[in-house]
C-alpha cells in the first residue's frame, strides 16, 4: 500500500483478516459493539467468551489511549452472539481513516448485521447533564469537509455503492427500542437524543469552537465515531450510537473550568453500569 492510498485496503485484505477471526474462534456474531472510552465494561456481560488481542490479528492497528484495553471479545449477550471492540482508533493517533475504520469491514465480512457504537462526548446542549445519556440522532463529519472521509479513494462495490445515503444512518427502530428500554428500566430521564459532532483531536475544543458548534445545532462532540458509521452505512448495516456526556463543554471565558480525560473516565466509570444495561437489554430485542 503506497503512502498516496493509505486510507485503502483491498477486499482481499479485508477478508484475508476476516477469515483468520473465523478460524480462530466458533463465534458467528450478527452485533458488533464498539466501545468508547472508559465503557469497555460492556464486555463483561459476555458470554462464553473468547478474548483475541488486536496485536494478534492481521493488520489491526494498536490502541494508545487510556481506557482503551485494546483486545476483541467474541461471545453471547442476552442469546445474541456478538463481537466487542475494547478500544477503537482514532485520527488523532495517527491512523488513517482506513486504519480508523479497518475493523467494521472486517465485521461486515463475518456476517455482523447490527454496529452499536458508543463513546464519551462533551455535553454542548445546555439540557444536557453529566452522566447523560444521549443517542445519536444525527451526526456532522467536521473532518469531512476538509476531504477526511474514510470512503475517499477508490470505492470497492462488492462493499457498497460509490455514494451512500447518510441521511438514514442511525436506525430509527433501534432507536424507539432503546427509548422503550429506557422506560421500563427507569432511565428515561437521563436519556436524550441529539446531534453528535466529530472533531479530529487530540486537543479538547476552545470556547470559540463550542459556540460555533452550539450554533451549528451540535448537542454533543468527541473525536470518534463518524467514520466508523460512515463505512458501517456504506457496508449496508444497521447502526445505532449511544454518547455518554462525560463533561459540559465550556462556553463562558470566565469560567475555570477545564475539560480533561482522567474526568472522562471517572464519568464513565459512574454511569457505565447503566449504560451497560440499556445496551445489553437492547440486544435482546434487535
Known amino acids: ?16 483478516t476476516a477469515d483468520w477471526l473465523l478460524a480462530h474462534t466458533t ?13 469497555g465494561g460492556l464486555a463483561d ?15 489491526f492497528p494498536q490502541s494508545t489511549v487510556p481506557g482503551h484495553a485494546g483486545q476483541l471479545v ?3 449477550l442476552n442469546g445474541k452472539q456478538c463481537v466487542c471492540m475494547q478500544g477503537r482508533f482514532h485520527f488523532y493517533e495517527g491512523y488513517s481513516s482506513g486504519k480508523v475504520t479497518y475493523p467494521v ?43 477526511q472521509n474514510p470512503l475517499r ?9 460509490r455514494f451512500p445515503c447518510m441521511s438514514d444512518a442511525y436506525d430509527r427502530q433501534i432507536v424507539r427500542l432503546a427509548q422503550e428500554i429506557a422506560e421500563e428500566q427507569g432511565c428515561s ?34 473525536m470518534s465515531t463518524v467514520p466508523e458509521v460512515i463505512v458501517a452505512r456504506h457496508c449496508g448495516l444497521r447502526v445505532f450510537g449511544l454518547s455518554l456526556i462525560t463533561n459540559k463543554a465550556v462556553l463562558d471565558y470566565s469560567s475555570d473550568q477545564r475539560a480533561n480525560h482522567d474526568e ?10 447503566v449504560l451497560q444495561k440499556l445496551v445489553s437489554s437492547l440486544l435482546a430485542k434487535i
Open 27 to 39: 463465534q458467528r456474531p450478527k452485533v458488533a459493539i464498539i466501545c468508547g472510552s472508559g465503557l
Open 153 to 161: 479513494g477508490h470505492n470497492e462495490e462488492r462493499f457498497g455503492v
Open 45 to 59: 456481560f459476555l458470554e462464553n467468551k473468547m478474548v483475541i488481542h488486536y496485536e494478534d490479528i492481521p493488520r
Open 1 to 16: 500500500m503506497s503512502s498516496a492510498d493509505e486510507c485503502s485496503y483491498t477486499f482481499e485484505e479485508y477478508k484475508e
Open 189 to 222: 430521564n437521563i436519556l436524550h437524543q441529539g446531534v453528535y459532532c466529530n472533531l479530529g483531536g487530540p486537543c479538547f475544543e476552545t470556547i470559540a469552537e463550542c459556540r460555533m458548534l452550539q450554533t451549528l445545532g451540535v448537542d454533543a462532540v468527541g
Open 264 to 273: 472522562v473516565l471517572e464519568t464513565t466509570r459512574m454511569r457505565a453500569l
Open 105 to 147: 469491514r472486517v465485521f461486515h465480512l463475518l456476517g455482523v448485521e447490527t454496529l452499536i457504537v458508543t463513546n464519551a462526548a462533551g455535553g454542548l446542549n445546555p439540557s444536557f447533564n453529566v452522566g447523560d445519556i444521549m443517542i445519536i440522532k444525527d451526526h456532522i463529519n467536521m473532518p469531512g469537509f476538509a476531504g
Open 74 to 76: 467474541f461471545g453471547e
